[in-house]
């Protein structure tokens, strides 16, 4: 570890000397997402951006890159650090039966997907495939077919398992016809995930890959049970997003408010993983203009980095939903100044 000693003489030729550790923090990466999983391109260009936000479905037979996203391939050749969220969620509009395929010479049979999450009255609530047939290894094949197209890609990425959970779990689960409460959920859900990161990690990866699980992050007690050490110490970063919602909200306030949740409530494998902002937005109704809000953020950033562990290594813009950009051109042109400051670069 670097060290620095500091010599200091007074009039009468007396000195005294003290010596200090430090490190040299590295850059924050700035990141994007565009709506859709669309080629953001043209967007990064010109722009400090070195980091990007995919979603996939293990129920997708095209996950790594995906169906015809081999810009991805180029841009995570190039460098940019791409984090992949892979959600047991069904992205499609109709249901989906059972699959058959084959990978890697091995016949898997998967099946329907049983659970319903997102259950906000009066939608439509999405299926996806549920805890307890992940358990079961009933989901393996999804895996299985997942790392066999990673392994071609060419270059890491981090695996974050589902969005974010808070939201799938919020108004309850529903599996096989069973109905579970918010606080089951995540149990359950803790479960599953560790099987699938134990699943992933008794298999040849990629050098460099990681994990996280996904999380919103608005509600202390899930973002608490979703975080257990057992599970912690399978993981590499700690995970959630912000957006700005609130008029009186500040980008201090906004990225402090999950971070001091963790740091009281959270263990100390926990505290040691450095923190992936999957998303994190400012939504135009509040905010009309949303690049003064942007600009605010480097210096939030320097300010909790500052502070005690975790510290926040990836800021990924949402540039959908509650983030878009509107107008797109100033709010790009706010992203590429931010992401030119301190701590950015």
Not at 170 to 194: C, I, K, L, P
Not at 243 to 255: K, M
């Amino acid at each position: 570890m670097p060290r620095v000693t500091v010599t200091v003489r007074d009039n009468g030729g007396h000195t005294a000397t003290a010596t200090a550790d430090y490190t040299v923090a590295p850059p924050v990466l700035g990141g994007y997402y565009l709506a859709g999983n669309a080629d953001p391109t043209a967007d990064l260009a010109g722009g400090n951006f070195r980091s990007l936000t995919q979603y996939r479905s293990f129920a997708d037979g095209y996950t790594f890159p995906g169906y015809n996203q081999s810009w991805l391939t180029t841009l995570g050749r190039k460098g940019i650090a791409i984090n992949m969220v892979l959600e047991l969620k069904y992205y499609g509009v109709t249901s989906i039966g059972p699959q058959t395929f084959t990978v890697d010479g091995a016949s898997y049979t998967v099946p329907a997907p049983v659970m319903t999450i997102q259950q906000r009255p009066g939608t439509t609530w999405p299926k996806a495939y549920g805890y307890g047939q992940v358990l079961a290894g009933l989901c393996d094949g999804l895996f299985a077919r997942a790392l066999s197209q990673y392994r071609t890609l060419g270059f890491p990425v981090n695996i974050q398992l589902a969005s974010e959970l808070d939201t799938d779990h919020e108004f309850g689960t529903t599996e096989s016809g069973v109905a579970y409460d918010w606080a089951n959920s995540d149990a359950r859900a803790v479960q599953a995930m560790t099987y699938i990161v134990n699943w992933f990690k008794a298999r040849p990866l990629p050098a460099g890959t990681t994990f996280s699980v996904g999380s919103g992050g608005f509600d202390r007690a899930a973002y608490r049970r979703t975080h257990p050490e057992s599970l912690m110490a399978k993981l590499d970063f700690l995970q959630w997003n912000v957006y700005a919602t609130d008029p009186s909200g500040t980008a201090l306030g906004r990225f402090r408010c999950t971070k001091d949740w963790a740091v009281t409530d959270l263990g100390p494998v926990a505290l040691s993983r450095p923190v992936l902002i999957a998303e994190w937005g400012v939504r135009v109704a509040e905010f009309p203009d949303q690049a003064a809000w942007i600009a605010t953020v480097p210096a939030a950033i320097a300010q909790l980095n500052a502070e005690r562990s975790p510290r926040i290594v990836r800021t990924n813009y949402f540039n959908s939903g509650w983030g878009t950009l509107t107008p797109k051109d100033a709010g790009l042109a706010a992203l590429r100044s931010a992401y030119a400051t301190r701590p950015y670069v």
